[in-house]
């Protein structure tokens, strides 16, 4: 099993954060994400809404926070200016 590394920055807007955790298999944006609460080693869980693929994402600190404010709002395709967050 191969390890998979987030590839989005800090401060990207929530469309380049989804295509990062987008699903590698059929490439459906699609995804249901969680943070695992694992302070030491931070990841998401990723699913799959079309083909069920499952897999572990790795995160920075910082993605990780970004992630956890993200979370009230769903994560979208359109771009979106950050002052509008
Ligand atoms: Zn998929």
Same mark, same amino acid.
């Given at each position: 099993m191969s390890v998979e590394? #987030?590839?989005?920055? %800090?401060e990207d807007e929530p469309c380049l954060v989804l295509v990062s955790l987008a699903c590698p298999a059929c490439?459906?944006?699609d995804v249901d994400w969680r943070l $695992? %609460?694992? &302070?030491d080693d931070p990841?998401?869980? *990723?699913? *799959?809404r079309w083909c069920g693929n499952t897999r572990i994402v790795y995160l920075t600190h910082g993605q990780a926070l970004? $992630? #956890? $404010?993200? &979370?009230?709002w769903p994560l979208d395709l359109t771009p979106r200016a950050p002052a509008l967050l």
């Open positions: 590394i #987030a590839s989005f920055r %800090d490439l459906s944006s $695992l %609460d694992t &302070a990841s998401v869980r *990723c699913e *799959c970004r $992630l #956890a $404010l993200q &979370a009230p």
